[in-house]
């Protein structure tokens, strides 16, 4: 191997060279090749000594056209990157088979790739041809913003292709598949609340069709016929081939070297490989839908799992059913019909005579369907056909691994293929950093900044990654010997079937299958390993603790000492440290397996409490396991926790209390309990904080594994509850998709014009457009302090780095062009003199490599002096550290400083303090921008990932000078926004056009997800300090309330989202006397910003909060005191809106109550709380209004479009709003077209871009579809006068081309202009005259919720049984898009009041900035059973019209409304904590903050656990997080 020349400059490390230099003999005795051989998407691919930096994302995202593969986080959290690894795995048997693996290939090493077939989200389909997958998904509405979609796309796709078994030719696949075995866990979607995905994926669950292959089918499959097909394959991919880099050899080239010869003939090897495909029994043997995995059988198991399942309601029957399976009468399901189509992707069919495996809507097909009805919609899917997928390479079966060595003088990566050439190497370079899924290792590389000089890849060494199973006989084995880097997933079938081998009795194996299967995410389970989660020695590894208690060892080798054994037990010395010998390797790991001496019992058994249910680390896990000899005495015992210190933890103290003791005697639980408590005495700074929780845990855990054994012993002695953990069935859910307002165009379900792009991968973001011609991409320059003064900044060390070009900051633009905001300009560009806030931008460093300039920027080094700095809300109150706000309302008494006397009459006053978190916005596309520059003229083009292109233009053209017309700001689709880029994103454009007009190149930069989470703002923190006053029998008199957020270090647009917060704190209710205060906090955190709902959801969150108080305090029902104080007809808000007839919560509210079966739900949860003691229920019906339109910004309410005919009568269309995922420019193409009469495949809307709209509002407060509506509308009935007499003249079904042309030729000007400025609005704070106030709003969406959840008492965990919505939308534009964002923003607003919580370290850092700590609902949060509807009707069953609303269309914004109904949630859940609290006899009234985490609701269940785990807070501790609100 050729290795380049060290390195010239001075900054290079010489340690590197002492790893070649000491390599080199090995390097040229083994480590010959330093190539990469592997296929991409069907196409062969050499990489020779390819970037050693580079992940398997690096590689592929280089490439010329495969950008549809995501970088959304980096860090294994969000699958963006998904992609598939098609590989021959090995039985234990030595036979082989193809297998699909979902990865995410942000992780996965670029080495990892050698002899396997990489399919991207390209390969399996794109627009024209698209896979059925991709097709289902984009029809069924599962795709908005697009950029999570891929990732979903690639893990169903694994999860399909590993459905179809090759050998019987028969494609099984179940709902349970689906949801329940943990394939979608690892990819996280922000926009669509999951439900149409899992919607679109259910669309393929089928019988198992084995019986309905003829044998002649089958004898048909001729060896020759697929040799033949695979040629022709192959030859279209040469055809197709795409270019790839140079050092890339295609499959083309390969094939004209003669291995096409080859190929042919190993060919009838794949065949005869596919025939020996004999499983081990069946590894499903204990399924059966809705079981929650429990070790020992859950109460639904069923003997098999034919996908027709008796507990679930929804999945078994057809689509139809799939679509709405828990209809009322009143809904209408969409009808789904699969289309027979001969033109499956034929270019790579490989048995093209292989029928289509009909799925359960073709067996619908052939039923009668019903005609096609006016306002129901038709989907049509082309059939899956399996044999007609991308196959596994044929010349890949031949591949024999080869030790492998590339790189530089900087970093060595090598490829060992034998476990001997692996003890060589570690023996010769000890420091060698060994990998095996990566899954720690890049983490470390990417987050720590690790730079390892010598990495081995060791998971394609037969004998780490190959566990033997011949050791396992019938009956019982001594131990299972795992070899070290069998992937998880593979751990995990193994367990099962030796489990069921061996009769079921090692409890160790279901114990560890049960923590595999909530262990990360299905692409981190398919290839990361037990040796690399065992080296890594976290105290919150999820397999440490079970492994400890039940004895395993490790098999190391080295060089040195050959082999050993240790016990795990002795292996971990300290904080991810191990004792194990620098040299040496993990080869096995042994789990003892051997059955107990005669007339003894053992139990073993796992636990895992986390955030989130899937795919999160633990807060707490425990292994624990227990001989009883036959007299149930303890005769061993071991108890280990992970998350209790700094390793993996034996409680040495319980153990010593347990032995001897008779198990089934509960003195002897109280023993342990106690003892438990002093083995965990943690204090209240503990590192990782929730010192209290975490005991409370370990307690709990404990307190029911002994029930568990017990309930093992002696059934009858235990209430079944304690033992349960919570338990999801398979999801379902209703549309009501019958829109009897539907008309041509508008009103119909048309999926969002570019969901088949997104699904197929070729849907551009800014990250994905080509690289430009000299393009140089930026790295920030962060503060690391959260205040403090700036001594010094020496960029130098940055300058001299590879690749670097330049560095700016506030050096580089006059002060005066360093200052920008939103409404008022407080914030500097670059940090000037002092930093505000840990994260702030200090200077940027642009290179030609994004890794180049990051790097680059980590090594610009900043000297500080620290100041004081103020994290939280209290702290500012204090400090009375505020910005000017000083907004206030009054009503009734409050306007003459009588509330005094209006509190005095009241007969009871409540008053409390209540919390909210922020929300990260977590859209899946960070922050990205690309500014190309023209030398020309000075204009610029800058694309931006922003919900404001007026903005950006504004702020690029101050900071270089150039006037705004040469300026334009163009965006033309988000992945995501949600507040979150409607001022955030600006600066970001402007850093690199500072950049871009000194150099004269084009910038780029895409935030990483950890500086995009702790740069750019959330949602606000607010606390409300409140006082209410209530008549005996519940009606609202008088509120007085303050109410901070905490804005952070500058105001962006902080004031007006405390303005909507305290116009938005009546919610639905009526209080005639009101005082009101806002207050914006100045603090040292990140600003924060605009958020879907932007201070509303707050609010209300407040509203019900004290709603609840008065009902607890008044003894009187909740629903009661709702509906006793809901706004009537003529009533007024605090800000004078009179609600007039346009108000119909009160209608919502019955019908809803009705079709969800409220009331007797209700009784059944009391009924339910009663007879269970460690469960409890919670139900609750909470109405909504929310308030449309800019509110006093009243500039903003205005919006432009501009129309443009061709003479072929194709339209195009701009108007000012952006597409984030939320369907805009679907709805304005609707509009245009009903306006214009033309269909709708005759508009185009490219893009948004400040050349076209001048002067655009954001798009935001969920006016998009209103303002631009109507401009749109305004565009097209100017043009359509216009083209009225030819209209007349041709006729009215003439063709527009026909129409448009002979309008041309008469020199009609064939492009409008629409402006539409939104009338009647316009209040003025302090207004209090009820005869000149102006509305605040325009209207008000409305709407309301049913949630139905079940608590876990033990460990705070819950499930979200069922939710039912109805929504007020008016008459909708696309009541597909309307339902989308109806359950997303009800998933948001779920994941913000129950798991999404920010913390910050006592100095100020963001601790949660990244999936891995920040945790948003995934697939497993949404409701188990989720019913969105629509209000049609008045109370009196008369069709509703909404005439009166004179918005586009008689529509309603929907983008935020329904975020704030996630609440529901969270005040179910306080019902069932009530219940506890009820049953614990806590008399203290309840104080439940948002968000109602796990370890709020455990804590505030106030049982003797609780209170025996309690920590007490000494002297002068802190907690070691901070929360701000
Ligand atoms: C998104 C995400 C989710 C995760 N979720 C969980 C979770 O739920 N529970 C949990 O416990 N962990 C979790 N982890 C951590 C990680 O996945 C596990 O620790 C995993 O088991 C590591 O295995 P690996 O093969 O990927 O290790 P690698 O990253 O390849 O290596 C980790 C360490 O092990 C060493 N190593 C690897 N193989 C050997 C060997 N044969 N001999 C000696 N040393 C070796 C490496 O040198 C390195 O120091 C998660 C990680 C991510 C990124
Ligand atoms: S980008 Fe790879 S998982 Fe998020
Ligand atoms: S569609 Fe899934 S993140 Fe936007």
């Keep these: 191997m050729n290795l380049p020349k060290p390195p010239k400059s001075h900054w290079e490390s010489l340690r590197p060279r002492h790893a070649v230099e000491s390599l080199t003999p090995l390097i040229e005795s083994t480590y010959s090749s330093p190539d990469i051989t592997f296929y991409l998407n069907g196409i062969k691919v050499v990489l020779s000594n390819p970037n050693p930096h580079w992940t398997l994302l690096d590689f592929i995202r280089s490439q010329h056209g495969l950008k549809g593969t995501k970088l959304g986080c980096g860090e294994g959290g969000c699958g963006a990157c998904t992609v598939v690894l098609q590989t021959r795995s090995w039985r234990e048997d030595r036979t082989s088979k193809i297998t699909h693996l979902a990865i995410n290939a942000c992780l996965f090493p670029l080495v990892g790739a050698d002899g396997k077939h990489v399919i991207t989200i390209e390969g399996i389909g794109n627009v024209a041809n698209p896979h059925p997958l991709q097709e289902r998904i984009a029809k069924l509405h599962g795709s908005q913003c697009g950029f999570c979609t891929p990732g979903i796309v690639m893990s169903l796709y694994a999860l399909i292709r590993n459905s179809y078994d090759t050998v019987t030719q028969t494609f099984h696949l179940s709902s349970r598949d689906i949801e329940q075995e943990g394939h979608l866990d690892g990819n996280l979607c922000r926009c669509t609340g999951y439900k149409p995905i899992l919607q679109a994926a259910k669309t393929f669950v089928t019988e198992d069709l084995k019986a309905q292959l003829s044998d002649d089918i089958r004898t048909k499959i001729e060896k020759l016929d697929k040799i033949t097909t695979v040629a022709e394959a192959l030859e279209t991919r040469e055809v197709d081939s795409r270019p790839l880099d140079t050092s890339v050899t295609p499959l083309a080239t390969a094939w004209r070297a003669g291995e096409m010869g ?34 020992g059988g859950c109460c639904k198991d069923t003997p098999s799992d034919s996908g027709v399942t008796p507990c679930s309601k929804s999945p078994a029957e057809s689509p139809a059913a799939m679509l709405c399976s828990v209809l009322g009468e009143d809904h209408t399901p969409a009808k789904v019909k699969i289309k027979k189509e001969s033109d499956t992707n034929s270019t790579i069919s490989i048995s093209a005579n292989v029928p289509p495996v009909k799925s359960r809507e073709d067996a619908m097909k052939n039923q009668s369907q019903p005609h096609p009805q006016k306002g129901i919609p038709q989907v049509q899917f082309a059939e899956y056909a399996p044999g007609s ?73 037969e004998e780490l990654k190959q566990t033997d199973l011949h050791q396992i006989k019938l009956g019982w084995a001594q131990e299972l010997q795992l070899a070290a880097n069998t992937p998880l997933t593979e751990v995990e079938r193994i367990c099962k079937a030796v489990y069921a081998k061996m009769d079921n009795k090692p409890m160790v194996l279901e114990a560890l299958r049960k923590q595999l299967r909530y262990f990360g995410g299905r692409q981190i389970r398919n290839v990361a390993s037990l040796a690399g989660n065992i080296a890594t020695a976290s105290p919150i590894s999820d397999v440490n603790p079970l492994l400890v208690a039940a004895g395993a060892s490790i098999v190391v080798r080295s060089q040195s000492k050959s082999e050993m054994q240790i016990p795990i037990k002795q292996l971990f010395i300290a904080y991810r440290t191990t004792n194990l010998p620098a040299d040496a390797v993990i080869t096995h790991i042994r789990i003892p397996l051997s059955a107990p001496a005669p007339r003894t019992r053992e139990f073993v058994k796992a636990y895992k409490q986390a955030k989130r249910k899937d795919d999160d680390i633990a807060i707490v896990n425990a292994g624990f396991r227990v001989l009883l000899d036959d007299g149930m005495e303890v005769m061993d015992v071991r108890v280990v926790y992970g998350g209790m210190g700094p390793t993996t933890i034996q409680a040495e103290r319980t153990r010593n209390v347990l032995i001897g003791k008779q198990w089934l005697n509960s003195e002897t639980l109280k023993l342990a309990l106690e003892a438990l408590s002093k083995d965990f005495d943690l204090s209240f700074s503990v590192p990782g904080g929730m010192a209290h929780y975490r005991r409370t845990l370990a307690l709990s855990l404990f307190f029911r594994f002994w029930h568990e054994v017990t309930h093992e012993l002696v059934p009858t002695r235990i209430d079944p509850t304690i033992t349960e953990e919570i338990h999801r069935d398979i999801s379902s859910g209703s549309r009501d998709d019958y829109n009897p307002n539907e008309q041509r165009v508008v009103g119909k379900q048309i999926p969002h014009l570019s969901a088949l792009k997104q699904c197929t991968g070729e849907a551009e973001y800014v990250d994905d457009m080509p690289r430009q011609d000299q393009e140089l991409i930026g790295g920030l320059v962060l503060s690391s302090k959260a205040h403090a003064k700036l001594l010094n900044i020496d960029w130098t060390p940055a300058l001299n780095m590879p690749g670097v070009v330049g560095y700016i900051d506030k050096h580089s633009i006059p002060k005066e062009a360093n200052i920008w905001g939103s409404v008022l300009k407080d914030e500097p560009f670059f940090a000037d003199n002092e930093v505000h806030f840990y994260g702030q931008v200090i200077g940027m460093v642009y290179a030609e490599t994004a890794l180049q300039a990051q790097a680059a920027a980590r090594a610009v080094k900043v000297d500080y002096e620290e100041l004081p700095a103020i994290l939280t809300i209290d702290k500012a109150i204090k400090a009375k550290s505020f910005f000017k706000h000083g907004k206030n309302l009054k009503k009734g008494a409050a306007i003459d400083f009588g509330m005094e006397k209006a509190f005095a009459d009241c007969d009871r006053v409540f008053e409390g303090r209540t919390r909210i978190g922020g929300q990260e916005h977590f859209y899946l596309e960070t922050n990205a921008s690309l500014v190309i520059p023209h030398v020309e003229d000075g204009s610029m083009e800058v694309w931006s990932s922003t919900q404001n292109c007026m903005e950006t233009q504004e702020f690029v053209s101050q900071v270089t000078g150039v006037p705004r017309n040469r300026i334009n700001a163009r965006v033309k689709r988000m992945g995501g926004a949600f507040g979150g880029k409607e001022s955030r994103s600006v600066p970001f454009a402007c850093l690199l056009a500072i950049a871009a007009k000194k150099e004269r190149r084009p910038m780029r930069l895409m935030l990483n997800r950890d500086e995009d989470m702790m740069l750019t703002g959330q949602r606000h923190p607010v606390q409300a300090r409140w006082k209410v006053g209530v008549s005996k029998d519940g009606k609202l008199l008088a509120l007085d309330a303050d109410l901070y957020d905490n804005a952070g270090f500058s105001q962006d647009m902080s004031g007006a989202v405390m303005d909507r917060c ?48 008065i009902a607890e305090g008044l003894k009187i029902d909740i629903d009661e005191l709702r509906l006793k104080n809901l706004y009537k007809p003529g009533n007024w808000t ?61 500039h903003l309410n205005q919006a432009g479009a501009y129309v443009k005919m061709y003479a072929d009568g194709s339209v195009l269309l701009h108007h000012g709003g952006t597409e984030m995922g939320q369907g805009l420019y679907t709805k304005m193409c609707q509009v245009a077209a009903q306006e214009l009469g033309i269909p709708l495949d005759a508009i185009y809307t490219p893009e948004s871009q400040t050349y076209q709209i001048a002067n655009a509002s954001p798009t935001a407060a969920s006016s998009g579809s209103d303002l631009n509506g109507m401009a749109v509308k305004k565009a097209c009935k100017i043009l359509a006068e216009r083209l009225k007499p030819y209209r007349e003249k041709y006729g009215p079904d003439a063709p527009m081309s026909t129409i448009a042309h002979a309008a041309y030729l008469d020199r009609v000007n064939l492009a409008a202009n629409g402006f539409w400025q939104m009338p009647k609005i316009g209040y003025k704070w302090g207004d209090t005259d009820l005869e000149t106030a102006k509305p605040m ?62 913390l910050w370290t006592n100095k100020g850092e963001l601790a949660t900035r990244g999936p891995g700590t920040y945790k948003i609902p995934g697939f497993s949060d949404i409701p188990q059973v989720f019913n969105v509807s629509m209000l049609r009707n008045d109370g009196e069953g008369k069709p509703l019209t909404w005439k009166h609303l004179r918005s586009i269309q008689s529509s309603k914004g929907i983008g935020e409304p329904p975020l704030f109904l996630g609440a529901t949630v969270f005040f179910a859940l306080r019902e069932a904590v009530k219940a506890a609290r009820e049953m614990n006899m806590v008399k203290m009234p309840l104080v439940l903050d948002s968000p109602a985490t796990a370890e709020r609701l455990r804590l505030a269940v106030g049982d003797p656990l609780v209170n025996m785990a309690k920590v007490v807070k000494k002297e002068g501790e802190k907690n070691f997080f901070v929360s701000v609100a």
């Design 389 to 461: 997928e991308l196959i596994f390479p044929p010349t890949l079966w031949k591949y024999r691994p080869k030790p492998l060595c590339f790189g530089n003088e900087r970093k060595l990566w090598f490829r060992p293929t034998t476990l001997d050439q692996l003890v060589k190497l570690k023996s010769a370079y000890p420091s060698a950093k060994l990998v095996g899924g990566a899954s720690e290792v890049q983490v470390e590389v990417r987050f720590k900044n690790s730079d390892f000089a010598v990495s081995v890849y060791v998971s394609d060494i």
């Design 1062 to 1109: 305290i116009t938005h704190i009546d919610n639905c209710y009526e209080i005639p006397n009101v005082h009101l205060r806002g207050h914006v906090c100045k603090t040292n955190i990140h600003s924060n910003t605009a958020y879907r709902g932007f201070g509303a959801p707050q609010a209300m969150y407040f509203t019900e909060t004290i709603m609840s108080n």
């Design 1337 to 1398: 709003y325009y209207y008000f969406t409305q709407g309301a919720a049913v949630s139905e959840v079940e608590l876990d008492v033990l460990t705070g965990d819950h499930t979200v049984l069922r939710t039912d919505i109805m929504m007020d939308v008016g008459q909708s534009i696309n009541p597909a898009i309307d339902y989308g964002q109806i359950e997303g923003a009800f998933v948001q607003g779920q994941g913000l009041f129950t798991m999404e919580e920010s």
């Design 262 to 295: 080859e190929s042919l003939q190993k060919m009838s090897e794949i065949y005869s490989h596919t025939e020996l495909d004999v499983l081990l029994p069946s590894d499903d043997g204990n399924r059966s839908n809705g079981s929650c995995g429990r070790p």
């Design 1134 to 1194: 605090p800000f004078f809106q009179r609600i007039d007839e346009d108000w119909h919560i009160p209608t919502l509210l019955d019908q809803l109550r009705v079709s969800s079966d409220y009331d007797s739900r209700k009784a059944n949860v009391a009924r339910f709380n009663v007879n269970n003691k460690w469960k409890k229920r919670g139900i609750c019906l909470i109405p909504t209004k929310f308030g449309l339109s800019f509110a006093t910004a009243l």
